[in-house]
């Protein structure tokens, strides 16, 4: 079955091995084939992979693009022992990613890091709080409480190690 794509007007996708960019107007057309597809949105590129899962996800993005995707399993897997150092509680992403790197469906991995660099994006948010709510106790001369109990100062401890990976 065909693939219906339809480009907004500067609007790039990769095809395969091509880069094509849309000129000055809407353009709609049908691609059959099984040749790899990445919308604009969907393409990360080495200077925005700029934290650990962005740089899991440029991995993923690569083995789907290659013609050997093997020849990514190296720097993926490193990126995800550093991860996984960093922040344990990513396991349930980064099985979901293998698991579909594993049985060939490597677009699929694609969407499974995306939800990683969502899940680190939390991470962040929650050490980010931690911190201001450390600053403004400091500041009061009074603990800081954020969230409730150890399962979120677990989060915070975890969203602070990713942000120094990153």
């Known amino acids: ?3 219906k794509v339809e480009l907004k007007p500067g609007e790039r996708i990769i095809i395969g091995d091509c880069v094509i960019t849309n000129e000055d107007q809407r353009t709609r057309f049908l691609v059959e084939g099984t040749a790899p597809i990445l919308r604009e949105k969907a393409i990360m590129t080495p200077e925005r ?3 650990p899962a962005k740089r899991i996800y440029l991995a993923v993005q690569m083995m789907y693009l290659s013609n050997d ?3 990514y ?6 990126l995800v ?3 996984m150092q960093a922040a344990p509680s990513t396991w349930p992403y980064i099985e979901g990613i293998n698991n579909e790197i594993l049985t060939g469906n490597i677009y699929k991995a694609l969407k499974e890091a995306d939800k990683l660099i ?10 980010k709080c931690g911190a201001d709510l450390r600053k403004r106790g400091k500041a009061n001369s009074k603990p800081a409480q ?3 109990g150890p399962a979120a100062q677990g989060r915070v ?8 990976l990153g």
């Open 1 to 3: 079955m065909p693939l």
């Open 49 to 51: 992979a700029d934290s």
């Open 69 to 71: 995707p093997r020849a």
């Open 73 to 78: 399993h190296e720097i993926y897997f490193s």
């Open 81 to 83: 022992r550093e991860i």
């Open 118 to 127: 969502r899940y680190e994006g939390e991470l962040l948010a929650h050490a």
């Open 146 to 148: 954020s969230g409730s």
């Open 157 to 164: 401890a975890a969203a602070e190690r990713v942000r120094r």
